[in-house]
């Protein structure tokens, strides 16, 4: 399995990207939002990757942060989404746009992007609710893009490579910590992560108190 890629670009192409590893091409394929994100030809990148085989096919896919590959393996879970489909969905709302959308059940949210049907999307949502919660924990905790530095990798002696990754958000930390508390209170997983994502959503800088707080409001019952 490969795990990370780090090399020079040496083109970038509709749909993925070809990166040269000591004299080696690897053609690592990405959303259009991460290669939106990439630096230009001649410049240094470190991508996390998956590997998919088949039959007759070997395929990788890349991506700036741990958790969006993570996302782009659970989505490839349901029944219906393959590759393609998983990065149209991680290209048009981002992994922080996919884990809110499932957490709200917003499957409208998830059926705007490229060649997703409503049926699809539906099922993206009601497969992944109780395990999103993991997934969006992971990004609370602050997974950034893979560094040069890293051992045991592929990666050809060249620059350090500037980061792709976006900064983690203001309150980052406080929505994994948010999650846990609500979970220890025996709040299901899908419930507490779509409260907490209505709230971080409410109130982008609010901290670990705030947004337990507000989740409580709209978990309490209603009536």
Not at 21 to 27: A, L, S
Not at 110 to 136: F, S, Y
Not at 161 to 190: F, I
Request: contains cysteine; hydrophobic residues 50%; proline residues 6%.
């Amino acid at each position: 399995m490969i795990g990370r890629i780090a090399g020079r670009i040496e083109f970038k192409g509709l749909d993925s990207v070809l990166i040269d590893v000591r004299g080696v091409g690897y053609v690592v394929h990405c959303s259009d939002r991460t290669l939106a994100g990439l630096p230009g030809v001649g410049e240094a990148v470190a991508l996390w990757t998956d590997l998919l085989v088949r039959e007759d096919l070997l395929q990788l896919f890349g991506f700036p942060t741990m958790v969006e590959k993570e996302w782009h393996r659970l989505l490839m879970s349901v029944q219906g989404v393959g590759a393609k489909a998983s990065l149209a969905i991680l290209g048009a709302l981002g992994p922080d746009g996919v884990g809110r959308a499932i957490a709200l059940g917003d499957w409208n949210a998830v059926k705007a992007a490229k060649g997703i049907g409503p049926k699809t999307a539906q099922r993206v949502v009601n497969e992944l609710k109780d395990k999103a919660p993991t997934v969006m924990a992971m990004g609370a905790a602050g997974q950034s893009a893979p560094s040069l530095d890293d051992a045991e990798v592929i990666e050809a002696p060249i620059p350090r490579a500037r980061a792709t990754a976006p900064a983690a958000k203001p309150n980052a930390s406080a929505q994994a910590e948010a999650l846990s508390a609500l979970g220890n209170l025996g709040y299901a997983p899908g419930e507490a992560a779509g409260a907490v994502a209505q709230a971080a959503g409410d109130d982008p800088e609010a901290e670990t108190a705030t947004l337990i707080r507000a989740a409580l409001k709209l978990l309490a019952p209603k009536g």
